[in-house]
Each structure stands twice: as structure tokens, then as C-alpha cells.
């Protein structure tokens, strides 16, 4: 098979005893000092509470500290951080020169070349292959060489629409070598929506497979790039590697990878890139219809994932870490990718799902392949969960030593079925909080404490360098424990987004005005007693569906599209499994005469189609009106309550216009819940 180069170069001849587990159960123990050496640069001997402290009083000599050891530098760096988040500038590790993909490539292999880099649990079942750092280094070089051939240079943007494979973490890296700025598309979006990215960004250039494979099934990806640059006339290359064996159809713009890498050679001049420039443009929902492209930039955000890697998941050298996450999301980024190869890691390319080829797969690999580390989704704990304990039981855990969660709220239930069935009781377990604009892992349990108390599905504690506040609706901080509020960041952090590409105005207005002085991260939270924190939900309008970030403004602005729309509203509603679903309220046109039923099969066409099948609405119900404010708004929080089934905490409605449409609201959800049902 061509399309892994680099085996083709070197053989496959990793004993598996070079990356299995050290099997220690309990946290590194002993002084801090051990554990994270940075500190002994501080005078007093130190506890956690004593080393977090200096990481938010002391940000330069904290975080200098970690730059210098942690991180190799082409040109030092003169000065530690300049930000201010009332005027919305961050900026790292000013006057430094880098290559992220010599920190993440080169600099191991000087020392173990073949340390494993990659293993990539292919999607059919029991086919893990092993990537060495020579050889992700060989892909990463011929792919730089390539990319630069064919005309893309330093500061173009290129889109990524892979599966989660070593050919796209190397198309990753080789646009960092060379200085181009990737923007990775989940490989689950519509023609439509990776369009709307690929224009959004300006890419001309786009990578992708001919083929995906996922649950067994043939995802035709190369078709659905096709599709997309139809609408996009800037694309002006279309790279296509080989998943499958498979022909497809290539046109003029396309061009075989794997035999243009051939062609090149196995070095790549690294481009030395200031902290600041980009590294990559992700792109995540909001409250309005349009994603917004966040900027990570250099620097700080290799330090940012690598200290969190290490440090939340107390990852030692030996250890495999499993994070289970597709890299089109944050977390496959920061801790498939990123914060795992900069600490010269073995990571796990996980590309199956949780229930192929039956619902012991993660724990048949985690057997497989001795992983110490599993960092997971809460709805796929759920969904597991629910299959029973034997599908876990029959696997040999033993190499397991921490268990993470990630993406949305953790039920106490799902907890403790992950801590006692999964991990046996033995490996604690982290319920991590974090989002895209966070770049790494902003609460965790134990941010560095061996030891420390753990508490059911809480994230608890923050991180080296985040300091959280909770502010009322008023903008005063709630300083008291044993209080809810809107969760803020009160200081810049070296992993934090830098800005929305090309509208650095909605970035501001998004997330640095709300509370000005403080970042905004548009969640909720609540402060115990102790002091730790536990995530409440999302305060505006963005729902969390299996753990992906959606807008309802976004699936809303698809479903007006439809001629017999006449108005709209998209709420999210609690979901056993999916942890939310959305719910569509649609109000028809004069006449349209469509059932119920065809118009939502319909509208969930519609939303596949043009952003992702996740997307589709899973209830739609017509309503003759919807509720509104005296001045014309539409009373959302009205019709949460109705989906999540209070209805009787309806609250204040002296501002509703029309009573009437409310009980008719009520009468038709229960209906459809009925049909829906079967009761
Ligand atoms: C939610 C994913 C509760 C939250 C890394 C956040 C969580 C959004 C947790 C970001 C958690 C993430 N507990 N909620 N441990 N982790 N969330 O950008 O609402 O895809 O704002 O990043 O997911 O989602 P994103």
C-alpha cells in the first residue's frame, strides 16, 4: 500500500515492550519539585496551592520558566506576555523564533528515532498500525515538499478533510514546517458547510482522502470535496491520499498525493515562525448563524497543550495515551496531535466508533495496545453504559491509569460507571473543562496535586495560570463560595485563542465585552463550598449534541431556508444519550399544506445536508404561532421549559403577547411526543 510512504522506508520493527505501560497505578509521587523541575526556580519549597499561586501572581516567572525548559527555541524569546483582555491583545513569548513541527518531530527523533509516535486504530477492527518518529517525520518532510512544489507558501491557509489518520496528522505538521496555516474540517460536514469553511478561510488549497472508512461503512469524502469547491473558486489544488484502495474520479485540480511525495525528498528546511503568527484556524459554533474561525497561534499554544498533557493526565515517558477524539475537533488537536508529540508521547489515532464492531471496541483496544491513558466522551460512556458491564469486563484493563472526560457535562451515573466498571476503581478519574477557545484544559481535578480529593463529575480545580471568577448578570464578581454565575477567566493564559480570522471585532464583542477585563467563556458555573468548581450548562445559545458544539441560530438560518418556513425556533432538549438534541419549532407559510411528519423529514434532509446529518432536528413540531414578547421576541426560555418537559415552570409571562399560543405549544409537544412514542 503506497499511501504510508514511510513504512515503505522503514521497517515496522517496534517490539511492543519499547511503548507498553509502567504499569504504576497512583500519581507520581514525591516533592513538586520532581514533579514538575520548573519549580525548584522558585524560592520556597512548594505545594500545589503554592506553585498555582505563583502561576497566576507571577505569570513571567511561572510561565518563562516552563518556555525556556519546555519548548525548543530557534530565537529565544525577550519577553514573556504582553495582554490586555479590555483591549483584546494577547500576546506570548514576544521576539521568540520556532517550528512547531521540529518541537513535535526532529527533536525526538534526534534522541529516539524509533519511539512510537503514532498508533493508528484503523477503522476495521484489531489493524493498529505503528508510526515511528523518524517516520512521521519522513511523511511530515516529503508532505512540506510537496505542499511547497505545488505553490503554497507561508500564511496561506490550507483545509484539512481527513479522517483521523497519520497522512492528516502529517498534513498538519507539514503545514506547520512550512509556515501554512491549517484549518481541519470534521470529516462528518456537509459539502455545504465545509464550503462555507474553505471560503470563510480563503483556502486554496485542500487535503483530503478519496475514501473514509467509519464503522465498517465507506464515507465517500473525496465526493463531498467535489461538491465543495463547486462553490468555491479560490481552491486551486485538491490533494488526494489513498485511505482505500478504491479509484475516484480526479479532475484537473486534483492531485495524487502519495505519488507527489514520492517525488520529494525526506528533509524539509523548518520555517522559523514568530510566536505570534498562526498555527491554525478551527472552526466552532456560536450564537449566531455563521461558525467563527478561532486563531491559535505558535507558541503558546505547543506550551499551553503540553503542560496540560502532562500534568492533568500525569503523562510520563512510556505511557500510551488513548485520547479517543476525531482530529476536526479541539481535543483531537491539543491532545491527539499536539500537546502528546510535543512531550514526544506515544498517541493513539483512534478512527472507529465506539460500538464497532460491537461495544466492547474501546476496550478491546485499550487491551490491544496497553493504553494508560483514555481520554473519552461522556456520550459515549452513556451509550456504553447501557450496553452492560461485560463488554467492558472481558477485556484486560490493567494497563489503565487515568481516565479523562471531555466535551460536556459528566452524570454522576455515568461517573461512576466509568470509574468503577471501567477503571475498576482504580484509576481516578478526570472530568476535564476546556473549549476551542480555550486551546487546552482550563479545570481539571488535578491539575498537579498527586493525590488530591476527587469529586464525582466536578472539574474542580483550575489549571497553572487560570484564574476563574463567576460574575452575576449585574457584572459584579461573586466572590463567596456556594454560588452560581457566569464563568470568567480574569488574566490572559498562554493557550487561549488569540482572535476570530478576519473579525477581530466579533471576537472582542464574543468574548471580551460581555464582562469587560474578563474573557467570557459562556458557560455557567457553580462554586461549592470547597471551592471547586462544577460547569451548569451553556448560558446562550449553543447546545452540545454528543458532545459537538452547535448553534441553534445555525440550524435555524438552514431551516428558514425551506419554502415553507415562515419562522423558526431551534431549542435544545435533554437527551438520554446525545446529552441534548434539537428541537425545532417551525411556524408554516400560508399555504403550504405539509403534514407535520413529511415537513420534518424534510427539515432533517435539509440540515444533513447542508451542515451535518449530527445537526438534523430530532423533533419538529408546527405551531400556528410562537411565543413572543410584547415588542417581538421570541420567549426562548419559554419554549425550553415545554421541551424539557416543565412546563409548569413557566415563570414570569407578564411580557408574553399571546397566552393562547402558549397552551396550544404545550398540547402539541405532548402530542408529538405521543406519536413519537407510540403511548
Ligand atoms: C462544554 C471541547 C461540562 C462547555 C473541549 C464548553 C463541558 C463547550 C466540559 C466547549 C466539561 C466541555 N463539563 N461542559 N468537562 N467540557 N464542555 O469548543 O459548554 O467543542 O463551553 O471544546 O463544551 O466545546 P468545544
Not at 6 to 28: E, G, H, L, N, Y
Not at 254 to 276: G, N, R, W
Request: a neutral charge.
Amino acid at each position: 500500500m503506497a499511501w504510508l510512504l514511510a513504512r515503505t522506508c522503514f521497517p515496522k520493527t517496534i517490539p511492543r515492550d519499547r511503548f507498553s505501560s509502567c504499569k504504576t497505578r497512583a500519581w507520581s509521587k514525591g516533592p513538586l519539585t520532581a514533579y514538575m523541575p520548573e519549580a525548584a526556580a522558585f524560592p520556597e519549597p512548594m505545594d500545589h496551592q503554592g506553585l498555582y499561586q505563583v502561576s497566576v501572581e507571577q505569570t513571567d516567572a511561572f510561565w518563562g520558566a516552563l518556555g525556556r525548559s519546555r519548548i525548543m527555541w530557534i530565537n529565544p524569546f525577550h519577553t514573556v506576555h504582553c495582554c490586555d483582555l479590555q483591549q483584546g491583545h494577547m500576546s506570548w513569548f514576544l521576539g521568540g523564533q520556532l517550528n512547531v513541527a521540529v518541537n513535535c518531530l526532529d527533536r525526538h527523533v534526534h534522541k529516539a528515532p524509533n519511539k512510537v509516535a503514532l498508533i493508528w486504530e484503523k477503522d476495521e477492527p484489531g489493524q493498529e498500525d505503528q508510526i515511528t518518529y523518524r517516520e512521521l517525520l519522513e511523511m511530515t518532510c516529503r508532505l512540506g515538499n510537496t505542499l511547497k512544489r505545488q505553490g503554497v507558501k507561508k500564511g496561506d491557509r490550507v483545509a484539512i478533510y481527513m479522517p483521523s489518520c497519520p497522512m492528516a496528522v502529517a498534513s498538519m505538521l507539514a503545514c506547520a514546517r512550512i509556515g501554512a496555516i491549517h484549518t481541519v474540517v470534521f470529516a462528518g460536514f456537509s459539502s455545504v458547510a465545509l464550503a462555507e469553511r474553505i471560503q470563510d478561510a480563503q483556502s486554496e488549497t485542500v487535503i483530503t482522502v478519496n475514501q473514509g472508512l467509519r464503522g465498517g461503512k465507506v464515507v465517500q469524502l473525496k465526493k463531498t470535496v467535489d461538491e465543495a469547491v463547486k462553490l468555491c473558486p479560490m481552491v486551486k489544488r485538491v490533494f488526494v491520499s489513498k485511505r482505500t484502495e478504491e479509484n475516484v474520479p480526479m479532475s484537473d485540480l486534483d492531485i495524487p498525493l502519495e505519488e507527489e511525495m514520492m517525488k520529494e525528498d525526506v528533509t524539509c528546511e523548518p520555517v522559523a515562525l514568530e510566536s505570534e503568527d498562526f498555527l491554525f484556524l478551527l472552526y466552532t459554533s456560536g450564537s449566531t448563524g455563521k461558525p467563527k474561525g478561532l486563531v491559535h497561534s505558535q507558541a503558546g499554544y505547543l506550551l499551553y497543550t503540553a503542560i496540560t498533557h502532562k500534568y492533568v493526565f500525569d503523562y510520563h515517558d512510556g505511557d500510551v495515551f488513548g485520547c479517543v477524539a476525531d482530529i476536526g475537533w479541539i481535543t483531537g488537536h491539543s491532545y491527539v496531535v499536539y500537546g502528546p508529540l510535543c512531550n514526544g508521547g506515544t498517541t493513539v489515532l483512534f478512527e472507529s466508533t465506539p460500538v464497532y464492531p460491537n461495544p466492547g471496541r474501546y476496550w478491546e483496544t485499550v487491551e490491544r495496545l496497553k493504553i494508560n491513558q483514555f481520554y473519552g466522551a461522556p456520550t459515549a460512556i452513556r451509550l456504553l453504559l447501557r450496553y452492560g458491564d461485560d463488554w467492558v469486563k472481558k477485556y484486560d484493563r490493567s494497563s489503565l491509569k487515568i481516565l479523562g472526560s471531555v466535551g460536556e457535562p459528566i452524570d454522576t451515573e455515568a461517573w461512576k460507571w466509568y470509574f468503577s466498571v471501567v477503571g475498576d476503581g482504580q484509576c481516578p478519574v478526570v472530568d476535564t473543562w476546556w473549549q476551542t477557545e480555550t486551546g487546552g484544559i482550563c479545570i481539571s481535578p488535578r491539575p498537579s496535586n498527586p493525590g488530591a480529593e476527587i469529586l464525582p463529575a466536578m472539574a474542580m480545580r483550575p489549571f497553572f495560570g487560570i484564574s476563574p471568577s463567576l460574575l452575576d448578570d449585574k457584572g459584579n464578581v461573586l466572590t463567596q463560595n456556594d454560588i452560581s454565575g457566569a464563568l470568567c477567566i480574569s488574566q490572559a493564559w498562554p493557550g487561549m485563542a488569540r482572535t476570530i480570522y478576519n473579525d477581530h471585532q466579533r471576537f472582542r464583542e464574543t468574548y471580551l465585552m460581555p464582562y469587560p477585563g474578563y474573557f467570557y467563556t459562556g458557560d455557567g458555573a457553580y462554586r461549592s463550598n470547597k471551592g471547586y468548581y462544577q460547569l451548569t450548562g451553556r448560558l446562550d445559545d449553543v447546545i452540545n449534541v454528543s458532545g459537538h458544539r452547535l448553534g441553534t441560530a445555525e440550524i435555524e438560518d438552514v431551516v428558514n431556508k425551506h419554502g415553507a418556513v415562515a419562522e423558526s425556533a431551534v431549542i435544545g432538549y435533554p437527551h438520554e444519550i446525545k446529552g441534548e438534541g434539537a428541537y425545532a419549532f417551525i411556524v408554516m407559510k400560508k399555504g403550504f399544506n405539509l403534514s407535520q411528519k413529511n415537513l420534518a423529514s424534510e427539515l432533517q434532509g435539509l440540515v444533513s445536508k447542508q451542515i451535518a446529518k449530527y445537526a438534523a432536528p430530532e423533533y419538529v413540531q408546527v405551531a400556528r404561532r410562537l411565543p413572543k414578547t410584547r415588542s417581538g421576541k421570541i420567549m426562548r426560555r419559554v419554549l425550553k421549559k415545554i421541551v424539557e418537559n416543565k412546563a409548569e415552570e413557566l415563570g414570569d409571562l407578564t411580557t408574553l403577547d399571546d397566552h393562547e399560543v402558549v397552551k396550544e405549544i404545550i398540547e402539541g409537544h405532548k402530542q408529538l411526543l405521543q406519536e413519537e412514542t407510540g403511548q
